[in-house]
């Protein structure tokens, strides 16, 4: 059985400030690769990751494409390039609903509008081509329904309340990160929309940007990742995930794997996270610790963040 991926921030007090470090757990999972061929690879990767697992996919079918001289096929670049779109969606979208979850009282209507969103970002999923990760295969992107039309109710149900319960709570500058600490660290939506210094508030405005600029790459195959697209176009090993870029690395024999490595990107953010808390003063506010949990899931990392007070053991 595989050791599921566990992050906790290590969380103590002295003399008024903060100290803080983060202990990342990751599953092996590059030695539950070795000795495998592309296609299997592939198979285990999709069992494996459940969030940003297109970009997965595609950072490894770079890879084998790579190993076997063989180069992708323009309209499957496309193909794919939509369905990572896609996952963008769904993962700036789940992030922010969940943060408004967190910090609005319970809407029924708000619910309702996250379980219809999901079914329809299903359904797109399905209709999307199982082929596009065969190496040096030939598929068309789709012809999908634009999400443009629920920008409304994302506003009225999610953005604008999220906005203004911020906003009266004065949470957005209690924690910041040091543009210093971002260029070196994160590579995520507030990096790619060049935010500084990035409170609360940038990186919620990060993920809203992103989401509705994946909404329309998803109509527009080609335009998230192209030459003139959103962000750099893949390159072997190299995608840029919905939180970030992520890093895959290969060493083969013949057609097998003798050694695999993968970097994801929300390694890089929770270093980040804790070298902006570290030696900060603490917050004044009575809600800081509840604004520190919103403000560390407004990084979107792939993993719950456990937050454990270590005061008293480490100070005792």
Same mark, same amino acid.
């Given at each position: 059985?595989?050791?599921?991926?566990?992050?906790?921030?290590?969380?103590?007090?002295?003399?008024?400030?903060?100290?803080?470090?983060?202990?990342?757990?990751?599953?092996?999972?590059?030695?539950?690769?070795?000795?495998?061929?592309?296609? +299997?690879?592939?198979?285990? #990767?999709?069992?494996?990751?459940?969030?940003c697992s297109e970009a997965q996919r595609w950072a490894a079918i770079s890879l084998i494409e790579e190993a076997r001289d063989v180069r992708p096929n323009a309209v499957t670049v496309a193909a794919r390039d939509q369905a990572l779109a896609l996952e963008w969606v769904t993962e700036h979208s789940w992030q922010l609903w969940r943060i408004a979850h967190e910090v609005l009282p319970t809407c029924p209507k708000r619910l309702q509008l996250l379980t219809r969103w999901r079914q329809t970002l299903a359904e797109h999923r399905? %209709?999307?081509?199982?082929?596009?990760?065969?190496?040096?295969?030939?598929?068309?992107?789709?012809?999908?329904?634009?999400?443009?039309?629920?920008?409304?109710?994302?506003?009225?149900?999610?953005?604008?309340?999220?906005?203004?319960?911020?906003?009266?709570?004065?949470?957005?500058?209690?924690?910041?990160?040091?543009? %210093?600490?971002?260029?070196?660290?994160?590579?995520?939506? +507030?990096?790619?929309?060049?935010?500084?210094?990035?409170?609360?508030?940038?990186?919620?405005?990060?993920?809203?940007?992103?989401?509705? #600029?994946?909404?329309?790459?998803?109509?527009?195959?080609?335009? #998230?990742?192209?030459?003139?697209?959103?962000?750099?176009?893949?390159?072997?090993?190299?995608?840029?995930?919905?939180?970030?870029?992520?890093?895959?690395?290969?060493?083969?024999?013949?057609?097998?794997?003798?050694?695999?490595?993968?970097?994801?990107?929300?390694?890089?953010?929770?270093?980040?996270?804790?070298?902006?808390?570290?030696?900060? %003063?603490?917050?004044?506010?009575?809600?800081?610790?509840?604004? #520190?949990?919103?403000?560390?899931?407004?990084?979107?990392?792939?993993?719950?963040?456990?937050?454990?007070?270590?005061?008293?053991?480490?100070?005792?």
């Open positions: 059985m595989m050791i599921p991926a566990l992050a906790t921030l290590h969380l103590a007090q002295q003399d008024g400030r903060l100290q803080a470090r983060t202990e990342l757990t990751l599953p092996p999972v590059g030695k539950h690769l070795e000795g495998l061929n592309g296609e +299997a690879v592939l198979a285990r #990767l999709s069992l494996i990751y459940r969030q399905d %209709a999307l081509c199982a082929m596009r990760h065969v190496p040096g295969s030939a598929v068309s992107p789709v012809a999908l329904t634009s999400l443009r039309s629920w920008i409304a109710e994302w506003e009225a149900l999610v953005w604008t309340p999220l906005q203004q319960a911020l906003d009266l709570r004065s949470w957005d500058r209690l924690f910041v990160t040091p543009s %210093a600490i971002q260029q070196a660290l994160e590579s995520g939506p +507030a990096s790619r929309v060049a935010c500084t210094n990035p409170g609360l508030m940038a990186r919620l405005s990060a993920l809203w940007h992103e989401l509705w #600029l994946a909404v329309d790459a998803v109509s527009k195959p080609g335009s #998230l990742t192209g030459p003139e697209g959103i962000v750099a176009p893949v390159i072997p090993g190299q995608v840029a995930a919905a939180r970030g870029t992520l890093q895959h690395r290969c060493q083969w024999q013949e057609d097998r794997v003798t050694d695999y490595q993968i970097t994801i990107p929300s390694s890089g953010t929770l270093t980040a996270i804790a070298a902006s808390l570290d030696g900060v %003063a603490v917050p004044e506010s009575d809600e800081w610790r509840q604004a #520190l949990g919103v403000w560390i899931l407004s990084h979107a990392p792939c993993m719950e963040v456990a937050i454990v007070d270590v005061t008293e053991s480490e100070y005792a």
